[in-house]
């Protein structure tokens, strides 16, 4: 049977959304130390889970060299206990939030469970390819003073037909410390959550995720890149899974929520930086990431008029750049004109 944890003792209700970096206690001295903890942050994701658990557990060292657990965010969409114990065969630890605490809280959680010096937060809907934590350990052995490794990573997209893997074109062409990684970060997301291994005395220095429920990830790997050598192999051992309407981002893409977010992210980034970039990297970050909105119209005019509107509206807000305007404009009138000639054809 696997270590299943219970809950501890009611405490006072947390804010879902920290205002500030939640801290994250060091590790008891009496508690003995992996050198690597997999914590597997679930909600709602039991049709993924499996896949996910499989792809540590088949290049996984024994529990003395690697704590793995998943932290269940209260899911309400089958027996998550159930799928850890037949796949983890006992090697997988499972904790049950007393209530939905959402995915800030949640991440908190698996941070401070956490006992290995280095910690992998893989999404319960995500997954690593094969050589992902040899990989890892041969960056921090090679660079000891990074403070976070991370691999390429590729975008698993849900077919029909099943799933459909696009690798993302490598940020470096060679393995090592990324110079100028805060920069880069400063301007867009450069890798997602799968891919980031970060020590945990890391996390004790700066603490958790917090701010917004979208773009957090961003913002915490500027705030590592920030204080710390980060580095990086161009192999591609991460697997992102996009599930669409069933996510939380597209559930914040839909409100808009997406907007307000990131342009607190990029603010909040923006404070990391040297002062003689802010301004410039601020307003192209909010630009790129308008672009990005814009990218989003055509497919959700298609699905979802009303979040396709509001993803027009908030990419002019964020960046009223004459070259934003002209973009939704154009994406506005493009999808104007096929409604009506939709609504004018014919009825068969």
């Avoid at 672009?291 to 509107?309: G, K």
Wanted: with cysteine; hydrophobic share 40%.
């Amino acid at each position: 049977m696997p270590e299943t944890l219970t809950s501890d003792s009611p405490a006072p209700p947390l804010a879902r959304i920290p205002l500030a970096p939640p801290v994250i206690r060091p590790v008891a001295s009496q508690e003995p130390r992996p050198q690597w903890s997999v914590m597997i942050p679930a909600y709602n994701c039991l049709p993924y889970l499996r896949e996910t658990l499989e792809s540590v557990l088949t290049q996984a060292p024994g529990p003395a060299e690697m704590q793995i657990a998943v932290v269940d965010d209260a899911s309400t969409d089958g027996d998550v206990a159930a799928l850890v114990r037949a796949v983890g065969q006992g090697r997988v630890q499972y904790y049950q939030q007393p209530h939905n605490v959402g995915s800030l809280r949640n991440f908190e959680t698996c941070l401070q469970r956490a006992t290995g010096h280095w910690v992998h937060l893989l999404h319960g809907d995500d997954y690593v390819a094969p050589g992902f934590y040899a990989e890892i350990a041969a960056l921090f052995g090679q660079y000891p003073a990074a403070g976070a490794a991370f691999t390429s990573t590729a975008d698993v997209f849900m077919q029909p037909t099943g799933a459909e893997v696009r690798e993302r074109p490598p940020i470096a062409p060679a393995a090592g410390i990324i110079e100028d990684l805060l920069l880069r970060l400063a301007l867009g997301q450069q890798l997602e959550t799968p891919s980031i291994v970060v020590k945990r005395s890391v996390y004790e220095q700066l603490g958790s995720f917090y701010a917004v429920h979208y773009g957090e990830d961003w913002e915490m790997w500027a705030r590592i890149a920030a204080h710390f050598p980060v580095a990086y192999s161009p192999r591609c051992l991460a697997r992102y899974r996009y599930i669409n309407s069933t996510s939380i981002s597209h559930r914040h893409i839909k409100t808009g929520q997406n907007i307000r977010d990131i342009a607190t992210v990029i603010d909040l980034i923006n404070q990391y930086l040297p002062a003689e970039h802010r301004r410039r990297l601020r307003k192209s970050a909010l630009r790129h990431y308008a672009t990005y909105c814009l990218s989003l119209v055509d497919d959700l005019y298609a699905t979802d008029p009303a979040a396709a509107r509001t993803q027009l509206r908030g990419a002019v807000r964020i960046s009223p750049h004459p070259g934003t305007i002209f973009w939704a404009l154009k994406a506005y009138l493009k999808n104007l004109v096929g409604f009506k000639r939709a609504t004018s054809a014919p009825q068969p």
